[in-house]
């Protein structure tokens, strides 16, 4: 089972995290930043494994890959398999590249709403559900498009907000 | 109100503008933050729904990457999520599933909205529903929606099915009896056609059977076939971790599955499957030799891969097979040893460990020598992580694989100058713990320990002053083994010791106090011997003596001058501000200085047991002391004014017996002689290593309340530091009495070795050159120290990889070494609890009702009747043996559950009542649980509970066939 999502950039600011098991807010960020502690000493290629069980308790793992500006790291238990975790990270990578066309940090950091919705249709309740990434695609424009239908009804404040912007 | 919800309405910051905020950072963070939660806060109270999601959507944004409550706001999701439009929906839900957990209150309000969500037509609202409950289904929750999930399951949109899938696991950890509901329609799912689904229901399984694997063997045939028929690499993995739980309880099944998991070995070209191949087959399989040879050959290509998550894997998946196949880890063992000095620490730490499991007593030398000369050039991390494996390698089983302790004691000397060291703690113990078990090793003890104590450099390193201790108490403690105690006494009160911390600087002064009384005993036991040609000497020396004499009577009033000034300071300001007279002090201190000088010049190093040597040897005490009489702490306090008491008690005699240099010397000499022997005595007893359960065999006096609440004590004494690490009097396991032969065989060791540590001495007293003799003539130029764990292998570390490899192949390969010339010596062993009883780990009892629902259902639902005749007639005997116990209460319960985890050997008999416990437990359980849900769905229980009684009826009829398994012949 996976029991946490986090994205942070390399500066340790957290642009994502989700959690599979309740932890309260301050424990969150709490948890963010001893991985961050962990993850930004270590150099370039060295394994993308860590171990977390000081962090996270007993039978948890880390994996974790870099790309660019982004630390991607899921936090997983023994039901996992480490490599397959990694192969996860791809494609939740590569579908956010596919949705925001060579994503980068910024299109995180505006796309907050999007990116649980895509991280939903591939994990649910910490179980790996989806793993092609253009069958999460699929799913993820449904529910923009339902979503846009929903709110378009309400169009004076999308007017307004979109004058505002 | 309404225009101010207008206004809200036209000027509401998006989540867009907020994050836009955000990072303008015009008036800081939390500034910002705090100015944006207020808003929040206005907004969220607005009647617009529109308003109000957004400005949900923003807090849930807030909460999550800044860290902000948002618990004050469940209500406000609760409303969010029962908007009518898909957005706002998602909004609520999204913060729902961020915040609520199960104390949440409002969750009991949420109950229909979820159900209503359930049924809905759009499939993206359901599994949004469904997502939420994944995350924080309540008993009562997973109790009341379990009928919606059911019908979900068995959707014929495989979208919503694999979340109604995903979903199971939580609600069956909730709610056990939903399985009675669920569990059957999940395992239709088994056969699913499609990947996605087939891929959710093997997750959940999973996960199911690594909290109790015995459960599901009843679908083994299932997962079987998933196994040889499944081209999905995800689904295969999963269903290899589930086998990798069956296998080890059913050798049937393990011989089955093997065939399959091999090919899947040889055909398989994706690493992550590869390495659950290699996995399940170490963990599991590794009776099965082909099947190992095969899994070793595959981790022998991820070792000599050049991606390092591979290699890590690889020896992980080695480290695994080490109790087992040691084989392995020969075979390659050059990349092992290759591996410890990788750049990667995963890896480096991986083999560390391969390493040290290949440690046996032919080789720990050998390989510790290797590794303490990695450790040497290591990042202090991995340096620390070699030693702590060294030392709790070597000190596992009461040091079971050391032979050789003069030389384990020798290395735990230079590790503890190794300059990253800091394992001080460990070290430390196995030091003292070592001298108390084993008698030989004492003197290279002493030796090791006089080497560290006489080095002032290592006084400055806080991580060593653990070990300094040890070192003192070991030397004090074995002084009898020492050749030149007046050395060690010099050591143990150098003025750096000034650097120690007071419960350190304490065991300093004990050990010192033992050290004179040994000095003083051997020269009085000299002066028996031959007390004769007493006189003789005393002539011979006289003017010597006499010299040393004048010097020290100037010393001793000079000292009682200070100290006496220092008791009326101290009578005047009791405490802190004595900086005034401090000054006076150093005058007398310089005046005393120079004359212990001269006097110690005389003869302390060469005639160790002349009168006068042992008259510099008080002085010198007594001078180093003196400042510690108004020491603050009170242990160092207390011990030095007691060695200065006694040294003040020696004194009134020695001067006089000086003086008349007749026979009435003896009678005084018998005086002190009955006065050290006394306390020869007190410290002649020998400590023992003590029973773990030694406390236990103390009666609790009567009267005594151990278990009252102290709560109120902490405030009162919060400031006062119980004393840490204190050594208890053990019954003196060993007769003990100096063993001459070993002493005069380990002087002459000793004092070829000490050769190289007196320079360093010398340069120390040269340092210090006013407290300490003129030394010896070895003395060179340099005025320095040399640092304190200088680098002195440095030189032949080069090419460390292959070097390492060349000693490991040595070591490795020999594994019939004769060193072990020397037979091991007595290693004191207690007969019971010398190491804490390992506490097994406990497998989660707290899920029994969720297994034996799990278990109800698959022999109730099982169509195979030779499986389900034995699963019948075997539980329903246990359960009667449970209903039998029923009146037993809780205590008893738990008592024998405990009893079952220890006993887990799990042959026959074993198991079988264990499974009484388990169903007793139950059956209690289940009986409460059974009554509330009745309340809920009546129709829907009865019928499920009038076909299990039927079960159990029938089950009692064939009731003696007593079978434990439940793999049905399909596998046979």
Known sequence: MIRAVIVMNTQGKPRFAKFYDFQPVEKQQELIRSVYGVLCSRAENVSNFVETESIFGPDSRLVYKHFATLYFVLVFNSSENELAMLDLIQVFVETLDKCFRNVCELDLVFNYSKMHTILDEIISGGQVLETSSSEVMKAVEEISKLETASNSINFVSKTVSGWRG | ?972
């Open chain 2, 1 to 972: 109100m309404a225009g101010s919800s207008l206004m809200d309405t036209l000027f509401q910051r998006t989540l867009d503008d907020l994050i836009k905020g955000l990072r303008l950072q015009l008036i800081g963070e939390s500034a910002f933050i705090s100015k944006a939660m207020d808003e929040i806060r206005r907004e969220i109270k607005s009647t617009d729904p529109q308003t109000k999601s957004t400005a949900l959507q923003k807090l849930s944004y807030l909460s999550s990457l800044h860290g902000i409550d948002m618990n004050w706001a469940a209500f406000h999701v609760v409303e969010v999520m029962s908007s009518s439009r898909f957005a706002q929906k998602k909004i609520g839900y999204l913060a729902a599933s961020q915040s609520f957990h199960e104390a949440t209150p409002v969750l009991l309000l949420i109950t229909n909205q979820l159900r209503k969500d359930l049924t809905s037509t759009n499939e993206f609202e359901v599994s949004l529903a469904l997502d939420c409950l994944s995350r924080f289904a309540t008993v009562d929750l997973a109790r009341d929606l379990t009928p919606e999930i059911f019908t979900l399951l068995s959707s014929s949109k495989a979208f919503v099915r694999k979340k109604a899938i995903g979903v199971v696991l939580r609600v069956f950890g909730k709610y056990p009896d939903a399985v009675r509901v669920c569990f059957k329609r999940l395992v239709e799912n088994l056969e699913s056609s499609d990947p996605r689904i087939l891929s959710a229901v093997v997750g959940v399984f999973c996960e199911l059977a690594s909290q109790d694997p015995r459960s599901y063997l009843p679908l083994a045939p299932e997962f079987y076939k998933i196994l040889a028929d499944s081209k999905n690499n995800w689904v295969l993995i999963k269903v290899l971790k589930i086998f990798k739980n069956l296998a080890p309880l059913e050798p049937r099944l393990a011989r089955k599955i093997v065939e399959p998991i091999t090919e899947h070995m040889r055909r398989t070209g994706a690493k992550s499957l590869m390495f659950e191949c290699i996995r399940t087959v170490v963990t599991s399989l590794s009776d099965f030799e082909s099947a190992v040879r095969l899994a070793v050959e595959r981790t022998r290509e991820f070792l000599v891969d050049d991606d390092p998550n591979l290699k890590y894997l690889g020896l992980h998946a080695l480290s695994i097979l080490v109790p087992k196949h040691s084989w392995a880890v020969l075979e390659n063992k050059e990349v092992v040893i290759k591996s410890l000095s990788d750049v990667d620490p995963n890896v480096k730490l991986e083999s560390l460990r391969l390493v040290m499991a290949m440690v046996s007593d032919n080789n720990v030398a050998e390989i510790c020598r290797v590794l303490v000369n990695l450790a040497l050039k290591s990042d202090p991390e991995f340096c620390n992580e070699i030693l702590g494996s060294i030392l709790a390698t070597c000190g596992e089983n009461v040091y079971e694989i050391i032979i050789d302790f003069e030389w384990y004691v020798s290395l735990l000397g230079e590790m503890s100058r190794i300059p990253h060291c800091r394992k001080g703690e460990e070290i430390e113990n196995q030091l003292i713990d070592i001298g108390m078990r084993v008698k030989d090793a004492r003197p290279t003890l002493v030796m090791v320990g006089r080497d560290l104590l006489i080095d002032p450099a290592l006084l400055g390193n806080p991580f060593m002053h653990r070990i300094l201790s040890a070192a003192a108490w070991v030397t004090g403690e074995y002084v009898q083994f020492s050749v030149k105690p007046f050395e060690l006494l010099e050591a143990l009160l150098q003025p750096r010791s000034n650097l120690l911390p007071p419960s350190v600087r304490a065991v300093y002064v004990q050990s010192a106090f033992k050290v004179m009384i040994f000095c003083l005993n051997s020269y009085i036991q000299e002066q028996n011997i031959d007390s004769s040609s007493y006189v003789d000497t005393l002539v011979e020396n006289g003017s010597e003596s006499i010299s040393a004499r004048e010097c020290q009577d100037a010393s001793a009033s000079a000292s009682y001058y200070a100290s006496d000034v220092r008791e009326q300071v101290e009578e005047f300001n009791p405490r802190g501000s004595n900086q005034p007279p401090k000054v006076t002090f150093a005058e007398n201190d310089r005046e005393t200085m120079s004359c212990v000088q001269t006097c110690t010049s005389a003869s302390l190093e060469d005639s160790s047991s002349s009168l006068g040597s042992i008259v510099e040897l008080l002085n010198f005490i007594q001078f180093s002391l003196g400042p510690l009489t108004w020491s603050h702490d009170v242990e160092l306090l207390e011990r030095s004014r007691n060695l200065l008491n006694f040294i003040e008690l020696i004194r009134q005699q020695i001067p006089d017996s000086l003086n008349e240099k007749d026979g009435s010397s003896e009678m005084e000499l018998a005086e002190i002689s009955k006065i050290v022997e006394l306390i020869l005595d007190a410290f002649s007893d020998d400590f023992g290593p003590v029973s773990i359960n030694a406390q236990e065999r103390v009666p609790i006096p009567e009267g005594l309340i151990l278990k009252e609440n102290l709560d109120d004590l902490e405030m009162i004494c919060s400031d006062i530091q119980l004393p840490k690490g204190s050594y208890s009097f053990g019954n003196s396991l060993f007769e003990e009495r100096a063993d001459s032969s070993i002493l005069s065989q380990q002087s002459q060791q000793e004092s070829e070795s000490s050769n190289a540590t007196t320079s360093l001495l010398s340069e120390h007293r040269k340092r210090h050159g006013l407290y300490y003799l003129p030394s010896d003539k070895t003395d060179d130029g340099s005025n320095d120290y040399p640092p304190a764990n200088e680098l002195k292998l440095q030189d032949n570390l080069h090419d460390d990889a292959a070097h390492l490899v060349k000693l490991a192949e040595r070591s490795l390969a020999l594994k019939k070494k004769s060193n072990s010339a020397k037979p091991r010596p007595v290693v004191v062993r207690l007969d019971e609890g010398d190491e804490l009883p390992v506490t097994r780990k406990k497998p989660q009892l707290n899920d029994e009702q969720l297994s034996d629902a799990v278990r109800d259902v698959l022999v109730g639902s099982d169509a195979r009747p030779t499986s389900s005749q034995a699963n019948q007639s075997s539980k329903p005997s246990s359960r009667r043996k449970g209903k039998e116990k029923q009146n037993a209460d809780n205590l008893s319960e738990s008592k024998e559950n405990l009893g079952d985890v220890e006993e887990q050997s799990s042959n026959m008999v074993d198991t079988r009542s264990r499974r009484t416990h388990r169903h007793h437990g139950k059956d209690g359980k289940q009986g409460s649980l059974e009554k509330k849900s009745e309340k809920k769905d009546q129709a829907h229980k009865k019928g499920k509970r009038h076909s299990r009684q039927k079960a159990k009826q029938s089950g009692d009829a064939s009731l003696p066939v007593a079978s434990r398994t439940v793999i049905p012949d399909f596998l046979l």
